[in-house]
């Protein structure tokens, strides 16, 4: 929204950090030695809730979700919760439907990288804990949940249908994909 990209420009103008909901994100991260600008945040809700931030960090900003979700640079997503508490149930549920409404003709062989992903949902989140999923040209998507590095998942073919749960034709929510596209620096 306009109110989204009015908060986010004044808060870069003041220097160091956008603000949204009481959460400060940094305007930049250095990612695989490459310095990532905040392309743009937005807000994860389910029916009238917040859920969580979205924050996207690419190398190269651009408002155009096909272009972010090929990029095979350096990138990031952080998922800062704000919502009391999300089940962890509800989040792998949330993964299988991103992945399926986005990536269904990929699914076959993204499955078993899908699974072990998901399975690193195992605990519920709480208000003001972080998902970062950055992309590694050449590694793959490095998963970290609650401040825990959990592993990383290769293949620029996973982070492509990671991106698209977001980004993709059929996002989870439009809003939050306007927001980490709208926002760009």
């Known amino acids: 929204s306009a109110l989204v990209a009015a908060v986010l420009f004044l808060s870069a103008s003041l220097g160091g950090a956008a603000t949204m909901k009481g959460v400060s994100l ?18 994860r809700t389910k029916l009238v809730i917040s859920v969580y931030l979205g924050a996207l960090y690419l190398a190269t900003p651009t408002g155009d979700a096909a272009t972010a979700i090929a990029a095979d640079e350096p990138k990031r997503i952080v998922m ?11 989040i792998r549920e ?4 991103g992945f399926s409404a986005n990536s269904a003709a990929t699914l076959p062989q993204l499955k078993e990288r899908l699974e ?3 399975g690193w949902f195992d605990a519920d989140l709480l208000k003001g804990e972080q998902v970062v999923l950055t992309y590694l040209p050449g590694q793959g998507t490095e998963v970290v949940v609650q401040g825990k590095m959990r592993g990383v998942i290769e293949g620029a073919d996973f982070m492509r249908a990671l991106w698209s749960v977001w980004l993709g034709e059929k996002p989870a929510d439009g809003g939050l994909k306007k927001g980490m596209l709208g926002a760009q620096r």
């Open 80 to 90: 800062h919760f704000v919502h009391s508490k999300v089940g962890a149930d509800a």
């Open 94 to 97: 949330a993964w299988r439907d």
């Open 116 to 118: 072990r992903f998901s």
């Open 26 to 43: 940094p305007d930049t991260a250095t990612i695989g030695g490459r310095e990532c600008r905040l392309n743009g945040v937005g807000v």
